[in-house]
C-alpha cells in the first residue's frame, strides 16, 4: 500500500509539474505574440516622431548658429507658441485613443472612421479660436516680459507657422486612427498627413472607414467632453514647461537664460518623442484590450511600456551626463551658452528620466479613460505645488533658471509621477474592462442624422 501511494504522489507531482510548464509554455507564447503586437505601434511611432521633431532641432540649430536673438526667437515660436497650441490640440485628439482604441477592442470598427470626423470638426473649430496667438505673438510676448527684439522676431517666425498650426487638426486625428487599429504611418507635416489620409481613404481601412457621415455631426458632446477632458489633462501638463521658458524672461541676462533654457528643453523635446510613442502605444494597447473585456492584456501592457521606456529614459539620463559640457554645441558656438547649458545638464537628465515614465504612465490612464481624474492631478502638481516651489527656489533664494527648474521638477513632475503610479498600481482592471464595455454602448448610440 506505501508502494502505490508513493507511485501515485509521484504521478500526481509530476502531472502538476507537467500543467504548470503548459501554463508557463502558453503565458510566454502570449507575452510574446502581444509585445510583437506592441512593437508594431511602438516602433514606427518613435521613428516618426523623432523623424519630425528633428526638424525643429534643424531648424533651431541654424538659427542658432546666426546669433543668440535668432535662438531666442525660433525657440519661443516653436517652443510657447506653437507649444501652447500643441498641447491643447494633441490633448483633444487624445480622446480618440480612449474612444476609437476601445471600440477597436470591442469590434465596433464601423464606429472609428465616425469618431475620426467629429474630431476633425472639434479640432478645425478650435484651431480657429486659437489663431490670435499666432497674429498678435510679438506683443503678447512683450507683455510677458520677453525682451522686445526677441519677441518682435518671434512674432514675425509665429506667423509663417500658421499652416503647421492649422495641419495639426487634421493630422492628430488622422494618426490616432490608425494607431487604434495597429496601423502606424509617418507623420511629417502636410505631405505625410495628405499620404495618410489616401491610405484611409483608398482602401487601407475598409472595416473602419466607410466614408464621409452626417452622424459625425450627431454625439459631438459627448466627444467635446471627453476632448476636453483629454485637452486639460495634456496641456496642463505641457504647458509647465512653455511657463518655465517664459518665466526666465524676467530674469537678469533674460536672452542668455532663454538661449540656455530653449538649448535644455528642445534636447528633451527631442528624447521625449521615444516616451511619447510609448504613451500613444500603452494608450492603444490599453483601450484595445479594455474594449475586448480583458483586464489583464491592459495590465500587461502597462508594465511592459514602463519597463521598455525607463530603459530608454536611463541610457539618456546617462548621456546626458556624460556629454554636460557638449550637448550645447549642435545648437550654438556662443561660449556662454554653452558654459549656461552645461550648469543645466543636470536637471536636464532628472527630466528625462522622469519623462520616461510619466508620458507611459499618461497613456495607461488615456486607454482607460480617466482623463477628467488625471486633469485635476496635473493641475494640483504641477500649478499649486511646482510652479509656486518654482517661484521661491528662483527669485527668493535668487539660484535663477535653476533654482525655477529644480523647483518645478522636484515639485511638480516627480509628485504627479509618484500619484500616477499609485493609481495604476491600485487599479482593478476587470472593472476598467466593465466601464469600457459601458462606455463603448453609450457611445456607439448615437443616432445618425436625418440626410
Known sequence: MAMISTIHCYHMIRSTSM??????????????????????????????????????????????????????????ANTVIVGFNFGLLLGMASALETMCGQAFGAKRYHMLG????????????????????????????????????????SGVVAVWLIPLHFSFAFQFPLQRFLQSQLKESSDSLDLFVIGMFIYTS???????????????????WEFVKLSAASGVMLCLENWYYRI???????????????DALSVCMSINGWEIMIPLA??????????????????????FATIVSVVQSSIVGLIFCLLIMLLHNKIALIFTSSSSVIHEVDNLAFLLAITILLNSVQPVLSGVAVG??????????????????????????????????????????????????????????????????????????K????KPVVQ
Open 19 to 76: 500543467s504548470m510548464k503548459k501554463i508557463k509554455t502558453r503565458w510566454h507564447l502570449e507575452s510574446g505574440r502581444r509585445q510583437r503586437s506592441y512593437g508594431k505601434i511602438v516602433g514606427p511611432a518613435i521613428f516618426s516622431r523623432v523623424a519630425t521633431f528633428s526638424m525643429n532641432i534643424i531648424t533651431q540649430a541654424f538659427a542658432g548658429h546666426l546669433g543668440d536673438v535668432e535662438l531666442a526667437a525660433i525657440s519661443i
Open 368 to 441: 482607460a479613460g480617466w482623463q477628467a481624474a488625471v486633469a485635476y492631478v496635473n493641475l494640483g502638481c504641477y500649478y499649486i505645488v511646482g510652479l509656486p516651489l518654482g517661484f521661491l527656489i528662483g527669485w527668493v533664494f535668487k539660484l535663477g533658471v535653476k533654482g525655477i527648474w529644480s523647483g518645478m521638477i522636484f515639485g511638480g513632475t516627480a509628485v504627479q509621477t509618484v500619484i500616477l503610479v499609485i493609481m495604476t498600481v491600485r487599479s482593478d482592471w476587470d472593472k476598467e474592462a466593465e466601464k469600457a464595455r459601458i462606455n463603448v454602448n
Open 278 to 299: 510609448f504613451f500613444a502605444a500603452t494608450g492603444v494597447r490599453v483601450s484595445n484590450e479594455l474594449g475586448a473585456g480583458n483586464g489583464k492584456g491592459a495590465k
Open 202 to 220: 483608398c482602401g487601407g481601412c475598409p472595416s473602419t472607414w466607410t466614408g464621409f457621415s452626417a452622424q459625425a455631426f450627431s454625439g459631438l
Open 244 to 258: 518655465l521658458i517664459l518665466m526666465t524672461g524676467y530674469l537678469d541676462n533674460a536672452t542668455l537664460a532663454v
Open 443 to 446: 457611445w456607439s448610440q448615437s
Open 114 to 153: 465616425i469618431y475620426m470626423q467629429r474630431s476633425w470638426i472639434v479640432l478645425f473649430f478650435c484651431c480657429f479660436l486659437l489663431l490670435p496667438f499666432y497674429v498678435f505673438a510679438a506683443p503678447l510676448l512683450k507683455l510677458l516680459g520677453q525682451p522686445d527684439d526677441v519677441a518682435e522676431l
